[in-house]
Nanobody, 124 residues
Framework: QVQLVESGGGLVQAGDSLRLSCAAS????????MGWFRQAPGKEREVVAA????????YYRPSVKGRFTISRDDAKKLVYLQMNSLKPEDTAVYYC?????????????????WGQGTQVTVSS
């Protein structure tokens, strides 16, 4: 059974940092490209960052570029999202997702597996 479990969310102030972790089990992580998505209340789920299977190619949505960093440790079956200089508009539930293959995608429906999400709240 495939499981993706996110952790590391919380309540922080604007300008603070958080590191989210996604622990994968039941799959060979090195066979998958990985993504982080977020969903704010009343809004659609959107891609935040994604990384290719080999870790050499990544994508960031423009509003987080330069502040967030996605990384992966296949030996530990972990994917990270380092979030710096957080803003109130970053407040959302953050989800980890996996898609089999080498390339990342920006669309929700492309991904095969999802975690349950972790709440990130940034106060002003």
């Amino acid at each position: 059974q495939v499981q993706l479990v996110e952790s590391g969310g919380g309540l922080v102030q604007a300008g603070d940092s958080l590191r989210l972790s996604c622990a994968a089990s039941g799959l060979t992580v090195s066979d998958y490209a990985m993504g982080w998505f977020r969903q704010a209340p009343g809004k659609e789920r959107e891609v935040v960052a994604a990384v290719s299977r080999n870790g050499l190619d990544s994508y960031y949505r423009p509003s987080v570029k330069g502040r967030f960093t996605i990384s992966r440790d296949d030996a530990k079956k972990l994917v990270y999202l380092q979030m710096n200089s957080l803003k109130p508009e970053d407040t959302a539930v953050y989800y980890c997702a996996a898609v089999r293959g080498s390339s990342w995608y920006v669309t929700v429906r492309a991904y095969d597996y999802w975690g349950q999400g972790t709440q990130v709240t940034v106060s002003s």
